[in-house]
């Protein structure tokens, strides 16, 4: 780790140790329940639904010949050739709706079907997440809540980022809507915000009232509350345009990265246009004399606002003065959420993030179709995109650090203590630690961008079974129990990790390490951390 | 170089990766070697080989977020940069009305313009005194873009869509050139959390955001039979995972043996504190000497996105930057120029800002930018520039500095001259540089 990051991290663990974890060591343990609680409730909302290039390669020379072999494995997805039986669909599915296969996550959608455990995701019940995240208790405050906190050693930004980032890490592995997590997973990057500095209360009140409020909603009540998000306002500077001088970050990146993507046809005007309809958009702060309870939140600000008539995307919207100003934002926001581009802009990323790096034209189609049809509803969104018919065609996705740490623990059915800063730390080395990316397009989904760096990935994997890290319990004998000759305990593993098909090259080499001395716990963690690192479970 | 004991010979390096650091110090040898090898020092090193043709080891340094060109290195003798950016303009180097750390540093006149350094850039003036830093003004993409992520991404790839794929130009010279040594075990390093685009289709790359921090975690008495178990799990594997795992299992216990700690810098380099380039340049710097191989290295700095509170001077935000680039720029040229290996330096960012400072203090995208080049086989001590003009119909659609000179000219020339690759059309493909001078032939 290097040295000037490694120091950034010591000073939050100690100021963690001393912030607003009081609970005692060993009381705090937020373990896996053995059992799946599925309610009748949830059981019975699942069961009644219904389902409703190659380039150009003249004029390289030489080059061409050495890239061969290279394009094909820079383009290229692993050649797995899933069969098409149920039950590899049915893997599949919980793989892309999930942070990974858990023994709970198997048996809910084994009992539910394809059908019923789709809808089960899309209409979730209680997450089951209450006791885990008691103890994070800013996370349903506001800013202005937040703020006022008056205790010795309380840093409220830092405070915010801990526990906004380990709420999440916890989500990832235990909460019951797994879809939920891996949409807000989706959006957060979306609408990036980089938690810092004093976005780190923001973004903790932002994930819940523009993410989390809207995910199983519809994209442009979203995207109207991201530009009103004062998390998003500090990031891309709009609460510094002013009337006289309106500033364009905002403005530039709402239409390349939020809505109309970058080739999505709009010009330098269209930016200069929009930059001076959301003038007056900010937020109070401190010193405003009205803020109170308001503090931290949206304001919009008529003194700030430029009244002048504007064109934006071919349409006048009339300048208004006083109180009236805002409604050219929320016009100008309209405009884009209900924009086809925004809706195949959205469709094709999201068929990127849950079917395949590069998605069949007919997938995008379908779901910007499903997008203008229900005025963006993600839901609506997700049931086009996960149907079986394109999911069967879907292409594996490679796994980014968030998600295969997830998976890893939810495989092993580790127990994740409260105090989790190793999680952090490991999702530092390995390049995604929560809410950090800096710029405005979200950590990336394209494989070429991780693929390349597998030695965090590793380490982490043949520390994980080992004990390594102390806020991670692992249960080896719970894991391997009954399991007696050598290849129980490989079917053990290929069960619980890979829901039995692993394939059969790397279930060789496995059990060769393993063969080694079988009775061996160390030898048991071992063979684990090779399986967790094996090609197959760093895919979906 | 120090003296160390050479070899070619394929055994010693097998020998070599079965010995970890802990096993190697407890052999009774250990101390012996230590008397005349650095203790940083791999236990063994790779000579350069003869046959092979002489090229600089290449560096880049990516300012992340577009560099304020105008700031870095100002335009003093134009009435307009100071009519445009009242608070932000570089006071002239004479100007005894203003406070010294204000004044930009006098780079002379070029081509009829008068330039001056950013005063917080001031440890490069005695390197491009001395020849060895070539400025590049009003240069970047031709035909840029002004998002970042299209900027980058079409710099990097050195064209706008890359029909191999997703491949770097420097990438693409290392794949297009064979090894500076053919004993090489590891030819680029990305001093990052995954490989820049810049280095993407590279063969022997790694990325490591700390290259001190490489090594594989568990037991060490089944080290050996689990990196084994991997390379078998990936032998077998044909996906995009495959190149990546196979160069860090070839390289993992060579590189756990660096011992950056105890590197000892030369020429008397003073390498900042608590700066992250400055730490991955002197490990950069130990990994070169190490000379196991390595002939590039990618270095990224973020911070440069100054739409507000830009800060150009003392206390500011680009002028902490500043300090800090030049600093360590300075240090690194030190070190390097006190061992024998060349090598070529070039400091990319994706665009300048706007040639107008905008109500917040600061700047917003703009497009033509400054790049730096640095090395023994530069051709520097000036400003290379085509100056396009400040004035009002001199500017660009948007009222800022055109870029004039495509950035691939220096960095096209650069492959031929200091990297000996000819093959140019590989690099950059679909594209005619025109060589500007910026270096020297290697010899």
Redesign the interface.
Known sequence: ?????A?ASDARAVEGDQGLDESPGGAAVAGLTAEPMISRRDLLRGAGSRMANR???A??????A??AG??????????VEYDLDPRALLYRLVQRCSFGVSAWEAQLAESLGYEGYLEYQLKPGSDGMRARLAKFNLLSRTAAQIYSIKKKNFDSGEESRKQLSRAMILRAIYSRKQLVERLVEFFSDHLNVVAEEDKRVLKLVEDRLVIRKHVLGTFPAMLLASAQSPAMMRYL?ND???A??????YP?EVM?LHSLG?DGGYT?DDIANLAKILTGWGLYYEWDKEAGKLRGTFRFNPDNHNTDNKTFLGQVIAGQSGAAGIQEGIQAMQILGGHPKTARFLATKLCKKFLADQPRTAWIDAVTATYTQTGGSIPAMMRTLLQPDFLRDAR?K?KRPIHLVASAIRALDGRVLSSDSDLEWQLE???QQPFQW??P?GYPE??????????PR???L??LP?G?FKDVLIDLPRFFDGAVTLNDKMARINQRLFMGLLPA??AQ??Q??LA?APDES?RLA?AL??AL???AF??T | MPTVPMTHDCRGCQDYLQVSRRRFMALSGAAAMLATVPAWVPRVAFARDGSSTPRDVVIQVYLRGGADGLSLVAPFSESRYYTMRPALALAQPDNAGAAVERRCLDLGQHGGVAFGLHPSLSALLPIYQAGQLLIVHATGLTNGSRSHFDAQRWMEQGQRSDPLGNTGWLGRHLASSPPASPTAILRAMAIADTLQLTLAGAPQAIAADDPASVGFAGSWSTKSARLDALAELYAGNTDILRPAAQSVLNTLETLDDIDYDAYQPSGGAQYPDDDSLAYSLRASAALIKAQIGVEAVAIDVGGWDTHSDQGNFPGGHLHGLLRALGDALAAFHADMAGSSINYTLVVLSEFGRTASENGSVGTDHGNGNVMFAIGQGISGGRVLANWPGLQEAQLDDSGDLRTTIDYRDILAEIVQNRLGNADLASVFPGFTPTFRGATTLAG
């Open positions: 780790m290097n040295p000037m990051r120091a380039g150009v390669m004029g390289l020379g030489g080059l061409v050495a890239f290279a394009r094909q494995a820079l383009s290229a997805p692993p050649t500077n510094e345009s002013t006289f001088a309106p500033n364009e970050n530039r390349e970058v330098q594996p490679l080395r390995a390049g800096h710029p397009n394209a494989p070429g961008y991780w693929a390349n760096n597998p030695l590793w380490n982490f043949a520390s080992w390594e090259a790397e080499v496995i060769a390490y080694g160390a071992e951390g090779l690192s094996a090609p760093q895919w």
